[in-house]
């Protein structure tokens, strides 16, 4: 039987991986067995349902979020606040602190533990006043020659009417152009819900990953079934047609790289969790220690600027 | 999932039955094909300015007989088999019969008033303007034709924002326009943004934010999110004007509010100044 066009763009993907520098470590090996895995046990697509469980498993209360990861992967952690301008924004956290003895700066999207925390943060939904926050950090990260590191979790930015007085979208759109022209390594890893413009402000980055069970699209499921199937209750059909998850991300260029999660998801081991990440993180910001500033602004900007698809 | 709840108050009212085209939807004013083209399609007795197509937006733009189209080949794939209702494949085909194009956006080099520069021209007939990797294509190659020309960019959007049946790639056109912008920028030269309605969205979110001058038409909405969605989720009574171009002016997200008749003015007095030497 001739492979089908999916099993050849899967080899093809596969034999891409296996060159890329990226792969040299143990932990995103692991990740080219589990391609390997899934290649060969054929009908190798991530089938309904399990796009669906990622999307559950993305959405997870218990799932760990960014202050998580914060807590076990930084030492001297000192969290920045506010624009300089209008606010502070706590859907956003930013701040600085050390990897391995190495200053880096972070910026993230964080959602609330409690009732009363998810409403102070929005579930994760930044208003501009947030990215502003990311914005100013990550330009000091600059400045100062720090690597950026930005972990993104967000169901979109906030549909609110005084965020769209503040310039929402035009905001969004200087977030990436900020990134555009960093010159200081940077990577973006999604570890819940990377929600279109809200999740992509903050992940033009050198880098790309994402979690096993993270989901990554241009709309929510809900979001996209209203419009097109008029019906939000048709959001598992959205999330098949659309294909929110890793393995898809990976297998269209969008992603470089996909961070396991312990077994059953990231929530049911949180440092587990957070050393999977830890050491996708440092693997990365240690390829691209000696590239040059300008070079690795080159090199992002291009990455972007090939993605799509057409004839 | 239960159904979103959208039993808020501005949403009880019955929905009036759709106009004809040609006539305004804010008096009623009706106009036939060639009262309408004569107009630049705004309406002579209140201002309206109805939607422009690609080709007439060229037209009413460039000098005559000077606009040099590129990428006209550009088609979309489907990258992701997709399939609502109807597959994304006979959307696109449709789109292209109705609309005689390849996608939602037009590029090529032009002159006006004598001033040479390169355009990017939305169409909203085509799949509501909605940005795929066709779109995003286009865009990032107009930016490297407006830098290797050494000419600025002119960008004119009407879109609902990205593309949905293109899923994660449609969202990858935000960075990838936005990339292709910090290009051309480091090339030293200049993008003039004018939104026409609507520009929402990641179209609002990208490239069409980022011009070095922002203009935008009378009653454009310009809003990152729906007023719908911003109702739902909040409910919160939204003012009149909400993301429309003049609140967008009053709030200083716009340099000014253009009416269609005074663009090419405009424009024209923009590339005047950008004209230095470099």
């Not at chain 1, 792969?23 to 899934?38: D, F, I, M, P, V």
């Not at chain 1, 859907?91 to 050390?98: D, S």
């Not at chain 1, 926050?133 to 979790?153: C, H, Q, T, W, Y």
């Amino acid at each position: 039987m001739p492979p089908s066009e999916h099993e050849l763009r899967l080899r093809e993907r596969l034999s891409r991986l296996r060159n890329m520098p990226l792969l040299g470590g143990a932990k995103l090996s692991g990740e080219l067995e589990r391609l390997q895995r899934q290649l060969d046990r054929m009908g190798e697509e991530p089938t309904d349902e399990e796009i669906w469980r990622s999307v559950e498993l993305a959405r997870n209360e218990k799932r760990p979020y960014t202050l998580d990861y914060v807590e076990r992967l930084l030492d001297d952690w000192f969290e920045l606040h506010g624009d300089r301008g209008r606010a502070d924004d706590k859907a956003m956290v930013a701040g600085l602190g050390k990897l391995d003895g190495r200053t880096v700066a972070l910026v993230g999207q964080q959602k609330g533990r409690d009732i009363q925390e998810r409403a102070e943060r929005r579930f994760g939904m930044s208003n501009p006043e947030g990215y502003l926050k990311a914005m100013r950090v990550m330009e000091l990260a600059n400045r100062l020659g720090f690597p950026v590191i930005s972990l993104v979790d967000t169901p979109g930015a906030y549909p609110g009417v005084a965020a769209e007085q503040h310039g929402q979208g035009g905001t969004i759109a200087a977030s990436q152009a900020v990134m555009a022209r960093l010159t200081v390594p940077t990577v973006a890893c999604v570890i819940g819900e990377g929600g279109s413009g809200g999740a992509i402000a903050i992940a033009l980055a050198d880098r790309v990953l994402m979690q096993e069970h993270a989901i990554y699209s241009v709309i929510s499921p809900e979001g996209c079934a209203m419009i097109l199937w008029r019906d939000a209750g048709e959001a598992k059909k959205a999330a098949a047609a659309f294909k929110p998850d890793a393995a898809h991300c990976l297998e269209l260029g969008v992603i470089d790289g996909i961070v396991p999660e312990p077994p059953g998801g990231a929530h049911k081991d949180p440092d587990e969790a957070a050393r999977l990440l830890g050491d996708a993180i440092r693997e990365v910001l240690d390829e691209l220690a000696d590239v040059p500033g300008d070079e690795l602004r080159r090199r992002r900007r291009a990455r972007f600027r090939s993605l799509g698809v057409f004839a | 999932m239960a159904k979103i709840d959208v039993s808020v108050e501005t949403d009880d009212k019955p929905v009036p039955p759709p106009k004809h085209p040609n006539t305004c939807p804010s008096c009623n004013s009706h106009y036939r094909d060639d009262e309408l083209e004569q107009a630049l399609w705004v309406c002579s007795h209140c201002g309206h300015h109805f939607p422009m197509r690609a080709r007439a937006r060229i037209a009413s733009l460039a000098d005559e007989g000077s606009f040099l189209e590129e990428a006209a080949d550009l088609h979309s794939e489907d990258p992701l088999g997709f399939f609502d209702l109807r597959p994304y494949t006979e959307r696109l085909a449709e789109a292209e019969m109705k609309t005689g194009l390849t996608d939602a956006m037009v590029i090529g080099q032009a002159s006006l008033d004598g001033r040479q520069c390169e355009l990017a021209i939305m169409d909203f007939s085509f799949m509501g303007g909605s940005m795929g990797s066709v779109v995003g294509e286009k865009f990032s190659r107009a930016c490297d034709s407006a830098a290797e020309r050494g000419v600025p960019l002119i960008s004119v959007t009407g879109s609902g924002g990205a593309r949905m049946q293109e899923g994660i790639l449609a969202l990858m056109q935000l960075p990838k326009t936005v990339a292709a912008i910090e290009d051309l920028h480091d090339s030293g030269r200049a993008m003039i943004s004018v939104m026409a309605h609507p520009t929402t969205g990641g179209v609002l979110a990208s490239f069409a934010t980022l011009g070095d001058v922002l203009l935008a038409e009378p009653g454009a909405l310009m809003s990152f999110a729906g007023p719908r969605v911003v109702q739902q989720l909040t409910r919160e009574k939204l003012p009149d004007d909400f993301g429309l171009a003049e609140q967008n002016l009053r709030f200083g997200n716009l340099d000014a509010i253009v009416p269609r008749p005074e663009l090419r003015p405009t424009l024209s007095k923009l590339l005047r100044l950008f004209d230095a030497p470099v």
